[in-house]
């Protein structure tokens, strides 16, 4: 044998041409395609180039706004609770009952809704069809602007960040609560049904059991999703300790300002493992949760 390595036989011409006609996007695309994809990636490069444009980009802005961030970080370094750390602490509980009063409210409310969104409890079609619709279109309005609404509606505070919260989450929920309760097992109902059992029963014991640990492990989910959410409510005047941090940023005590984050991350992150641990025993037993 050769020192010299073996090249790999190429297969004939004709052969190559039957496979490329077979298979023509296993091979070079044609040109008008390729011309195409010039044409949409130059496209997209122009629109990127106008989108900076258009928001004012350049290396000069960039540059002084993180030469000023850097400042704040600076400034931030060390952290202080200030004189009014009492406030701080109550604004917190604050954010924390905002945050468990919103999503207890949405979760008992989305509850009975899904139960009507899911096609195996609502069977009339114009019905469903039409609480579902009402569902996207409450979806689609941001907590945030929830919050705007309420504290117009009800006055600054706490009360406008509760309903704010059970407003963003109740049809979230309602959507989650029907997928789980559409994809239960019908067999338990079916077995309640022939012994006798009425629609509320075959709810009760035969839907019921089998969506309670979805059910509870969603709202377990959006309490600590909605305990960070609770201190932004809080900029715009619904109370809870995002009023704490837009107060101290408005007069640049940067130290109370991260003394309060590195507050909300720990509150954050003990509510994150907790909320997690509790999932896993609803969702895999209790073995799951000492694993």
Same mark, same amino acid.
């Given at each position: 044998?050769?020192?010299?390595?073996r090249?790999?036989a190429?297969?004939?011409?004709?052969?190559?041409?039957?496979?490329?006609?077979?298979?023509?996007?296993?091979? /070079?695309?044609p040109?008008?395609?390729?011309? &195409?994809?010039?044409?949409?990636?130059?496209?997209?490069?122009?629109?990127?180039?106008?989108? &900076?444009?258009?928001?004012?980009?350049?290396?000069?802005?960039?540059?002084?706004?993180?030469?000023?961030?850097?400042? *704040?970080?600076?400034?931030?370094?060390?952290?202080?609770?200030?004189?009014?750390?009492?406030? *701080?602490?109550?604004?917190?509980?604050?954010?924390?009952?905002?945050?468990? %009063?919103?999503?207890?409210?949405?979760?008992?409310?989305?509850?009975?809704?899904?139960?009507?969104?899911?096609?195996? =409890?609502?069977?009339?079609?114009? %019905?469903? $069809?039409?609480?579902?619709?009402?569902?996207?279109?409450?979806r689609?309005?941001? @907590?945030?602007?929830? !919050?705007? /609404?309420?504290v117009?509606?009800?006055?600054?505070?706490?009360?406008?960040?509760? &309903?704010? =919260? +059970?407003?963003?989450?109740?049809?979230?929920?309602?959507? #989650?609560? +029907?997928?789980? *309760?559409?994809?239960?097992?019908?067999?338990?109902?079916?077995? #309640?049904?022939?012994?006798?059992?009425g629609?509320? /029963?075959?709810?009760?014991?035969?839907?019921?059991?089998?969506?309670?640990?979805?059910?509870?492990?969603?709202?377990?989910? $959006?309490?600590?999703?909605?305990?960070?959410s609770?201190?932004?409510?809080?900029?715009?005047?619904?109370?809870?300790?995002? %009023? @704490?941090?837009?107060?101290?940023i408005?007069?640049?005590?940067?130290?109370?300002?991260?003394? #309060?984050?590195? &507050?909300? *991350?720990?509150?954050? +992150?003990?509510?994150?493992?907790?909320?997690?641990? %509790?999932?896993?025993?609803?969702?895999?037993?209790?073995? !799951? +949760?000492?694993?």
């Amino acid at each position: 044998m050769s020192g010299t390595a073996r090249r790999p036989a190429l297969a004939p011409a004709p052969e190559v041409a039957a496979w490329r006609a077979r298979m023509p996007r296993a091979f /070079a695309p044609p040109p008008a395609r390729r011309a &195409l994809h010039r044409a949409l990636g130059a496209a997209f490069l122009a629109w990127l180039a106008w989108a &900076l444009w258009h928001f004012g980009f350049s290396p000069g802005r960039l540059w002084n706004g993180l030469s000023g961030l850097a400042t *704040i970080l600076r400034l931030m370094v060390p952290p202080s609770p200030g004189e009014q750390w009492a406030e *701080i602490l109550r604004g917190l509980g604050e954010s924390l009952a905002m945050a468990f %009063l919103g999503t207890l409210l949405a979760a008992v409310l989305a509850l009975p809704l899904g139960a009507l969104g899911a096609r195996n =409890v609502l069977t009339v079609g114009l %019905l469903r $069809f039409s609480l579902r619709r009402l569902f996207d279109g409450m979806r689609g309005v941001d @907590q945030l602007v929830w !919050a705007l /609404a309420y504290v117009r509606a009800v006055g600054l505070g706490p009360l406008a960040g509760v &309903l704010a =919260v +059970a407003s963003a989450d109740v049809a979230v929920l309602a959507k #989650i609560y +029907a997928e789980a *309760i559409e994809n239960a097992d019908r067999r338990p109902v079916e077995g #309640i049904a022939a012994v006798g059992g009425g629609r509320l /029963a075959q709810l009760r014991f035969g839907l019921l059991p089998q969506v309670a640990p979805v059910i509870l492990a969603q709202a377990l989910y $959006f309490f600590e999703s909605n305990v960070r959410s609770a201190a932004v409510l809080g900029v715009v005047g619904a109370g809870g300790i995002g %009023l @704490q941090i837009a107060e101290r940023i408005r007069v640049r005590h940067w130290d109370e300002v991260a003394f #309060i984050i590195l &507050l909300l *991350i720990v509150t954050v +992150a003990a509510i994150d493992a907790l909320s997690a641990r %509790l999932r896993r025993r609803l969702i895999g037993g209790p073995a !799951a +949760a000492q694993a």
